[in-house]
């Protein structure tokens, strides 16, 4: 890996010949060599890190012997941030061990290794017995739901519900409970659900949107408006308190709303992978991918409303 000598050079002043101290009752001991790891809150450390992992993520990309997810023409293999990793597979009891063998080859020269007490394995589509070959094979255990990067993850959309958005609602109506007992002002109510009960749902929102239907919209909003009135009857629509300030609302928080431009940030990701593969395969177009880029772009947002007007009728019906 090219990292240029200013950079390599800087790197190796700082870890060259590492040494350290440890204060044990107020006595200092002598000194100890660090031979291996980066700094403690250092912000280089992060960044050397993820340097040194690409190397096995790059070693398991290229794998033939691990047959990852297909969807369309792409393969999913890893997604990794940091050193939470998740590895995902199709014929597991095949792919798994030249997983395990990656990891053994690259511990072997980086000092990095699996934890098999804290991995775990989800499956789908298997059968008991494969389920219990592959653990025994693998020596990880085999779980229904773990947790990734703060999101329960499960092999069913309707467990993704359940063991999301349901154990945080739970959670955000004890708080509610809580912060009723406080002596809040009619805004500071509103300041308590934009900061504290919005970033809660919304990253599930942008992450799992799996919500079929209103009714569990409507009963958020009765939990809020609640807490908003202190439990009194309402005296300003719901509809004007979520408007925003310019046309006199009080900016509260429309969770239906929030959710539906989540769904819609999937749509443009997904509606702009598909304008570029329409776009490849059009063969009156193949020559301006390289020759003529506004043309494309006029092309680009022709698909684009023709693939919106489909969405939108879809979304009516």
Known sequence: MEVGTEFYNGVKAIYTEQK?????????????IIAKGTRQGCPLSPLLFIMVLEVLLNSLRENKGIKGITVGQIEYKIKAFADDLVVT????????????EEFDQFGKVAGFKLNKRKAKIITKNMNTDKTEELQRETEIEVV??????????????IDLFKNNYETIWTGVKKDIETWGRLKLSFWGRIATIK??????????FQNIPVIKGIKIFKDWQRVISKFVWQGKKPRIKFKLLTDVKERGGFALPDLKLYYEA??????????????????????????????????????????????FYCFHTLWQN
Not at 144 to 157: A, F, H, M, S
Not at 195 to 204: A, E, N, S, T
Not at 274 to 284: A, F, T
Request: charged residues 25%; glycine residues 4%; hydrophobic residues 45%.
């Open 195 to 204: 900061m504290c009960v919005l970033p809660r749902v919304l990253f599930l």
């Open 144 to 157: 229904r739901k773990v947790k990734y990067l703060g999101i329960w993850i499960t092999p069913k959309n």
């Open 262 to 307: 989540s769904c819609l940030c999937w749509y443009w990701a997904f509606v702009g992978h598909l304008c570029i593969e329409l776009i490849k395969h059009d063969s009156n177009q193949r020559v301006l991918l390289f020759s003529d880029q506004r043309e494309v772009g006029e092309r680009r947002e022709s698909y684009s409303n023709i693939i």
């Open 89 to 100: 597979m199709e014929d597991p009891i095949v792919s798994i061990k030249e997983v395990l």
């Open 20 to 32: 350290a101290k440890l204060i044990i009752n107020n006595v200092e001991t002598t000194e100890i």
